[in-house]
């Protein structure tokens, strides 16, 4: 009975510092997004575009208010996600105009599949700043995500310039929010799912993920408890 004690503790105390891991790994992403969103309020204060940096500034309350009330530990339907990632392209909208350019290819089964919360914005974000943000013409997103052969499929393409990075090539020259991703990533699935860079059809950068219909972590926690 002491030993089975003792083992219940230890598994406990894992799952505590498993869901302090996640937390700790999303709130990461939350000051790297509004570190860029305000410099693009005060540039339009200073520029004098009121109107655009108020609608900003409502738009960037809406998406703080949506990050801070999802738990980082418990996981959403790709169709909040999507809802998620829709006010952060908003404000993104808001900044560059016709200059981003934004394409959804979702399947309806693909929306009802649980993923981490956030897991799209710091992706998407990436090509922002990659694939529109240095490019005075703008660039072109597109986010896929399908059911196949019992995974989740997601793709973000991009126009942009491209980068090459696996799960197992983390000193890849990428910013934290790709970073942050894999090791979400590795905290919910382990070794079971796949992230891979490569080239896309719009000549910029093709972030691809593989994840279990289930989260396999799920069932070691509900054993453990």
Not at 154 to 159: G, K
Request: hydrophobic share 40%; charged share 25%.
């Amino acid at each position: 009975a002491e030993k089975r004690e003792a083992q219940l503790k230890r598994s406990r105390a894992e799952s505590i510092a498993h869901e302090a891991q996640l937390k700790m790994l999303r709130y990461q992403l939350n000051p790297h997004f509004l570190f860029n969103t305000l410099n693009a309020i005060a540039s339009l204060v200073e520029g004098r575009h009121s109107a655009n940096a108020n609608t900003m500034i409502v738009q960037l309350s809406n998406f703080l208010r949506y990050s801070l009330e999802n738990d980082p530990v418990q996981p959403v339907t790709l169709e909040e996600e999507l809802d998620a990632l829709r006010l952060y392209l908003n404000i993104e909208q808001t900044r560059f105009g016709e200059r981003l350019k934004l394409q959804f290819d979702i399947d309806r089964a693909a929306e009802e599949v649980n993923v981490p919360s956030l897991l799209l914005q710091p992706l998407v974000e990436n090509s922002i700043k990659y694939a529109i943000a240095p490019m005075e013409e703008g660039g072109e997103i597109t986010i896929l995500a399908k059911v196949k052969d019992e995974n989740l499929v997601v793709e973000v393409c991009d126009s942009g310039p491209g980068v090459h990075m696996t799960k197992n090539d983390k000193s890849a020259g990428v910013g934290i929010g790709l970073k942050n991703t894999i090791d979400r990533l590795d905290t919910f699935y382990g070794d079971n799912y796949v992230f891979q860079l490569g080239n896309s059809d719009l000549g910029g950068l093709k972030i691809y993920i593989r994840l279990p219909l289930k989260r396999p972590l799920q069932e070691d926690r509900v054993s453990a408890d």
